[in-house]
């Protein structure tokens, strides 16, 4: 089968390696081509595609860092040539069982921790999809994939078929990309679309959409909760899966609300899947998180300075501000993602004593919290020398108006390529800002 390979990256390269290995003919175009790739691309004697709109060609994989709607792609589909994604090509010509998370917040944690208990449960599984690695890369033949998917996957899955959906909740996201909270939604919708009696999805009981997308879906359906008895639900401060005590939220590593949804997810999910519960209650216990999500970086007298770089959505930054200690000064900026400030303006109202806006979104980010608490703007252009003069003011401001007392929270609710790499670059930047700032002050 004749195949072109649009968008390269970390996707792109681990489709056309399994492609490559299934004895497929590879052709490829990426508009910002590294020496990297094609060398990787010679290696796999793919042939470069000047002209990707006229390819004749029987299938595209096209990255999901581009655009479905890229005339590119259009052109192609109006030619009846079938434009798919990687997790969709895996789906179709690699013979094992997918677990599909997604969701707007939450999805690296759940998918990792669910990764980690059944790994240890002595399942023979593999993890990839919108973390690293890429699902391609890691998709083995009678293993459990487990996979976090993201919308710009999902718009581009027409027949997945997942054993197991886990849906975590819906927020808004991406609008940059998809035009609007409804376009996102359906992208991500796409998780459960081809379910049938023989599937099984995981949901979040107490996001009212989800309920009625469960209510639609002629899977067997499981939902844990927060709030209210269920499959899996809070009770006090114990986790219940299918009417049992299971643990007590403090044996876990991980502290939050939003942690402890994450878990009843896990621990439902498992279940499903057919795992024991002193399985599921070690897998939870013993795992300790994923690098870069929200953290104590470090505590100087009373000031509590938190790094959550990943938080780029509202939903995300929702959790954060309301696990920080107040009062809190809040660093967020970057590229804007179609940020929904007004959601959390009563956060903001009653826990933010300060906000400082960096970055390409920082001043219309000012503007905004600036109408329900005090805000300022860090105008370097230079993503590091912002986080640095972010930090000094942030600690001036609590000395001067609270004793030295509070936390300094970094949630950028916005994307990180103004100014960065990537959120991993901004979170070691705000660290070395942090000792460059508390040690330099008087």
Do not use: H
């Given at each position: 089968m004749k195949l072109l390979l649009y968008g390269l990256g970390r996707s792109g390269l681990a489709a056309a390696q399994l492609a490559h290995r299934q004895g497929h003919e590879l052709w490829y175009y990426d508009q910002r081509l590294t020496a990297q790739?094609?060398?990787?691309?010679?290696r796999l004697a793919a042939v470069p595609c000047l002209e990707p709109s006229r390819a004749e060609v029987d299938i595209c994989i096209a990255a999901p860092g581009v655009p479905w709607d890229h005339p590119d792609l259009l052109a192609l589909r109006q030619r009846g040539i079938a434009v798919i994604g990687e997790v969709e090509w895996v789906y179709r010509t690699v013979p094992a069982e997918i677990v599909g998370i997604t969701g707007t917040a939450g999805k690296t944690t759940v998918t990792r921790w669910l990764g980690d208990v059944l790994a240890a449960g002595g399942v023979r599984v593999a993890v990839g999809g919108n973390i690293?690695?890429?699902l391609a890369a890691v998709a083995e033949p009678g293993k459990l994939l487990v996979a976090e998917l993201s919308s710009f996957m999902l718009e581009r899955c027409p027949t997945l078929k997942p054993k197991l959906a886990v849906l975590l909740n819906l927020g808004v996201d991406h609008l940059d990309r998809h035009g609007s909270v409804c376009a996102y939604h359906a992208a991500k919708r796409q998780l459960i679309a081809n379910l049938d009696e023989t599937s099984a999805l995981v949901y979040n009981q107490d996001d009212p959409l989800l309920r009625?997308?469960?209510?639609?879906?002629?899977?067997?359906?499981?939902?844990?909760s927060i709030a209210h008895p269920t499959h899996a639900w809070l009770k006090g401060e114990t986790l219940m899966l299918l009417g049992q005590p299971l643990l007590n939220s403090?044996?876990?590593?991980?502290?939050g609300r939003h942690y402890q949804a994450n878990a009843?997810?896990?621990?439902l999910a498992a279940a499903v899947l057919g795992l024991d519960t002193a399985s599921i209650r070690q897998g939870l216990r013993d795992f300790a998180g994923v690098a870069g999500r929200y953290s104590l970086v470090a505590q100087v007298e009373g000031i509590r300075f938190i790094e959550d770089s990943i938080a780029t959505r509202?939903?995300?930054?929702?959790?954060a501000l309301a696990e920080t200690p107040a009062p809190v000064v809040w660093i967020a900026g970057g590229v804007d993602k179609g940020a929904d400030l007004a959601s959390l303006q009563p956060l903001i109202q009653d826990r933010v004593a300060l906000f400082i806006g960096i970055?390409?979104?920082g001043p219309d980010f000012s503007q905004t919290v600036g109408k329900w608490t005090r805000a300022l703007i860090c105008s370097e252009s230079d993503g590091k020398a912002a986080l640095r003069s972010a930090c000094s003011l942030a600690i001036d401001f609590l000395r001067r108006h609270h004793h030295g007392q509070g936390s300094v929270l970094l949630a950028p609710l916005a994307a990180s390529f103004?100014?960065?790499a990537d959120y991993r670059a901004r979170a070691a930047a705000f660290r070395e800002a942090i000792g460059e700032a508390v040690w330099t002050r008087p």
């Open positions: 790739d094609a060398a990787e691309m010679a690293d690695p890429a009625e997308w469960a209510r639609t879906t002629p899977a067997s359906t499981y939902g844990y403090s044996e876990l590593r991980l502290t009843l997810a896990v621990a509202t939903l995300a930054v929702q959790a970055g390409q979104s103004d100014q960065f």
